[in-house]
């Protein structure tokens, strides 16, 4: 067979991409498998609905990576107000994705998190402050100038 032929040429391309398909499907498949998910989401005891460990977690693990959108504090009212996060200036907050606005509040915290800007913008990283279990509600400290704004 000529090594110019279009036959040859159409046989290794379908050939390449086949292999292709098989490569990221054994890749997509392990990686769904390792993927843990270490929030769920139900009824809370201390108030309303809030998250527990799906898995252990270990001291130190991130356990959420949450995209967060800082907003004006003009742009936050009603309800809305106590589910967000100070932003990185006095008058603007954080309205954070996934999870991490359902965490509740405790002094004894087993969650504590931090701001990490990002290339593609802030994002609010949770981690855990000891071991976990399974099952566990995830508690952070709200803070004493949350608590602030809303005596009296």
């Given at each position: 067979?000529d090594?110019n032929?279009?036959?040859?040429?159409?046989?290794?391309?379908?050939?390449?991409?086949?292999?292709?398909f098989?490569?990221?499907?054994?890749?997509?498949?392990?990686?769904?498998?390792s993927?843990?998910?270490?929030?769920?989401?139900?009824?809370?005891?201390?108030?309303?609905r809030g998250?527990?460990?799906?898995n252990?977690i270990?001291?130190?693990?991130?356990?959420?990576?949450c995209?967060?959108?800082?907003?004006?504090?003009?742009?936050?009212?009603?309800?809305?107000?106590?589910?967000?996060?100070?932003?990185?200036?006095e008058?603007?907050?954080?309205?954070?994705?996934g999870?991490?606005?359902?965490?509740?509040?405790?002094?004894?915290p087993?969650?504590?998190?931090?701001?990490?800007?990002?290339?593609?913008?802030h994002?609010?990283?949770?981690?855990?402050?000891?071991?976990?279990e399974?099952?566990?509600?995830?508690?952070?400290?709200?803070?004493?100038?949350?608590w602030?704004?809303?005596?009296?």
């Amino acid at each position: 067979m000529d090594l110019n032929s279009p036959l040859l040429t159409a046989l290794l391309f379908s050939a390449g991409m086949f292999s292709g398909f098989l490569i990221s499907r054994y890749f997509n498949k392990r990686g769904k498998q390792s993927m843990k998910h270490n929030v769920t989401i139900a009824a809370s005891s201390v108030s309303g609905r809030g998250a527990f460990a799906s898995n252990k977690i270990m001291n130190g693990a991130v356990i959420e990576r949450c995209p967060a959108l800082e907003v004006t504090d003009k742009d936050i009212g009603g309800e809305l107000l106590n589910y967000v996060f100070y932003g990185s200036r006095e008058n603007s907050r954080l309205v954070v994705m996934g999870n991490g606005m359902l965490f509740n509040h405790s002094f004894t915290p087993n969650v504590a998190y931090y701001l990490e800007q990002t290339d593609i913008g802030h994002e609010l990283i949770l981690y855990a402050l000891r071991d976990i279990e399974k099952g566990e509600e995830l508690f952070y400290n709200y803070g004493d100038e949350w608590w602030a704004t809303r005596q009296g």
